[in-house]
């Protein structure tokens, strides 16, 4: 889709990304454990949204419509109604026509893409929010809670682990098709990890990653799948852990900014997006992410832009494989040459295509309803210069995020323009 007024990215914000591995998040052992609280969804929320209204300047009585994004609320909150939650955290959000809207982990990017349809319809200033607490209760009950983005009834009973065993099932096609090897898996969360070491906001921003201790079966890095076949193929270091976090961002059309008295050279246009669904228990081919791929392809002929013109990519890490068909999904490499172009260094913070800069799911974290909007929101601040230490040394004229929903279920394609 190609919206035919112009939708302008003014602005956004996350809060800090917790989970283990911070050293702010209180776990059984942490020194505060028993003392203090980890910061709740409506804490987030506000820390996410204060934060875009002092970036940007917009009020929040200027918001013509909201989506909130959200996966998983009413399993590991007890809390639906997330629409009717945000005016409680912001009373600038009183009386405004919000809904709360859910696609998995590609929650976050349908939350954006409702802020371009409604900016269609005759809005003119639109926020997008994404947040996911997953902490709270045991961990295989967060475990269980994830499994509902797969079809339950017929691959609920694969694993323990079904998104792991999944993806596994991936990375074992993957290597046997194309020769890759877990140490090109490794490359993905070393990657990851340093870049999120220069973010401040990053769930992992203090945890060190070698390559020999990603590519190596340790007590830190095991493997854990029930099924033999697939065990080896993902460990720990190559998976995300759960998260808790917020995003916001402030979309407007040429309308908005004016109202707003915002320059649109202080923002990004989002050019085209490409939106695909397949159905759930059905994928045909596990060594690539065909759904992203036709997503994709939706998104650059829309664009008009070939892979050749993108210059830095968000895409959706949750276990390294991920990253590696991504890439390739998105024409950033052939089939089957994603771990090449890692090796090459192509994707690093000083590559030719600079893939999760400040971090990925894996270094950055993964709050599943704010992921997709955190990836725009990392474009915006990478061509706008608000990236600190991990900001890319170049002019940045096209990005794309890519946003998945369960095992390439659900896939989302946005091409990023900076406005100059």
Same mark, same amino acid.
């Given at each position: 889709m190609t919206p035919t007024r112009p939708v302008y990215v003014v602005g956004g914000s996350h809060s800090t990304f917790l989970g283990r591995g911070h050293p702010d998040f209180v776990w059984r052992k942490h020194p505060d454990f028993g003392t203090r609280d980890n910061p709740g969804v409506e804490e987030h929320l506000a820390t996410a949204l204060?934060?875009?209204?002092?970036?940007? !300047?917009?009020?929040?009585?200027? $918001?013509?419509? /909201?989506?909130? *994004?959200?996966?998983? +609320?009413?399993?590991?909150?007890?809390?639906?109604?997330?629409?009717?939650?945000?005016?409680?955290?912001?009373? !600038?959000?009183?009386?405004?026509? $919000?809904?709360? /809207?859910?696609? *998995?982990?590609?929650? +976050?990017?349908?939350?954006?893409?409702?802020?371009?349809?409604a900016l269609q319809a005759g809005c003119d200033v639109a926020l997008a929010v994404g947040v996911e607490i997953e902490t709270v209760g045991e961990a295989m009950d967060g475990v269980d809670h994830m499994a509902a983005a797969a079809h339950v009834a017929s691959e609920r009973g694969h694993d323990r682990f079904l998104f792991p065993w999944l993806f596994a099932r991936r990375a074992k096609a993957y290597k046997e098709a194309f020769g890759a090897t877990s140490e090109d898996l490794g490359r993905?969360?070393?990657?990851?990890?340093?870049?999120?070491?220069?973010?401040?906001?990053?769930?992992?921003?203090?945890?060190?990653?070698?390559?020999?201790e990603a590519r190596a079966t340790s007590e830190r890095n095991r493997e854990f799948l029930d099924d033999e076949v697939l065990r080896p193929h993902i460990r720990l270091s190559d998976c995300t852990t759960f998260s808790d976090g917020a995003s916001a961002v402030v979309l407007a059309t040429q309308e908005g900014l004016y109202r707003l008295g915002i320059h649109k050279e202080l923002c990004t246009q989002i050019r085209a997006i490409g939106h695909t669904v397949q159905p759930m228990g059905a994928v045909l081919d596990p060594r690539r992410m065909s759904n992203m791929a036709h997503a994709?392809?939706?998104?650059?002929g829309d664009a008009s832009i070939t892979a050749a013109d993108v210059d830095v990519a968000e895409v959706h890490d949750c276990f390294t494989i991920a990253e590696l068909q991504i890439t390739e999904a998105l024409g950033l490499a052939e089939l089957g040459q994603g771990a090449h172009l890692l090796r090459d260094g192509a994707t690093a913070l000083d590559g030719s295509v600079p893939v999760n800069t400040g971090g990925g799911l894996l270094g950055f974290g993964h709050p599943v309803g704010a992921t997709g909007v955190k990836q725009t929101v990392e474009i915006w601040r990478q061509m706008k210069g608000h990236a600190g230490d991990y900001q890319l040394d170049r002019t940045l004229t096209h990005g794309v995020t890519a946003n998945v929903g369960g095992d390439d279920r659900t896939a989302i394609v946005m091409v990023h323009r900076n406005v100059t």
């Open positions: 204060q934060e875009t209204w002092a970036l940007t !300047g917009v009020a929040p009585q200027a $918001i013509d419509k /909201v989506y909130v *994004a959200n996966f998983l +609320g009413e399993l590991f909150l007890r809390q639906g109604h997330l629409g009717a939650l945000l005016p409680r955290v912001e009373r !600038g959000l009183s009386g405004k026509p $919000i809904a709360r /809207v859910e696609a *998995a982990c590609a929650s +976050g990017s349908v939350a954006i893409a409702g802020c371009v349809d993905v969360a070393v990657k990851a990890y340093a870049n999120a070491s220069r973010n401040p906001k990053a769930q992992m921003r203090t945890v060190s990653m070698t390559l020999e994709a392809s939706i998104a650059y």
